[in-house]
């Protein structure tokens, strides 16, 4: 599903590796090794004796300087995000993945963590991830940081999608077109960017 748009970038979320329920593959692996990409894992809680659960940002090269960042959980299941450095058409960019809690008060205070990382670095910037609020919740503060959103059509639920909850955010860089195809690999549709580099 993922190989047949031909991905630069990658960023996924809800990864297992070494998981029981995923009869103990490592996802992250498996998805670089059907795509050509190099992938980095961040695990956001342990599952089972050796399992891992989390997410994934994957490259046309390998992502240097990569950091994991742990979010605030407010008692509330743990979340990371993934911020690296990746090559794009022969320019360094600055990207952020994350999974952000799906309620929406503990993502309205997750986010600026995040941004705070992601922006520390030189850019451009990208933010790419399933942040659990629409831009009616976090527009404001993704503006603020000085990145500008993308959006396609709706990207969940599959079955009748609504909601605008994943995100592409672009910061000295811009993006040129951005779909959602009808992709039946998950609960959530991908969105596929292209982006210009200046």
Known sequence: ALARHAPD????QE???????SRFCDQARLVASATG????????????????YGIALLAATPPTAVEVVPLPSFGAEPRVAIVASVELRGRRVSVAATHL?????????????????LMARPGP??????LNAGPDRLGAMVRGAGLVPSFGGPTFPTRA????????AAGGLSVDSIEVPGVWASDHFPMVAALHLP
């Open 125 to 130: 910037h990208l933010l790419l991830g399933d």
């Open 37 to 52: 990409l190099h992938a980095a894992f961040a695990g956001a809680r342990r599952l089972g004796v050796i399992g891992e």
């Open 161 to 168: 999608p609504t909601d605008h909850i994943d995100w592409i």
């Open 101 to 117: 809690q799906n309620r929406a008060w503990i993502a309205e205070r997750q986010l600026p963590v995040v941004l705070e990382h």
């Open 15 to 21: 990864v297992d590796r070494r998981v029981g329920r």
């Open 9 to 12: 970038l990658l960023a996924l």
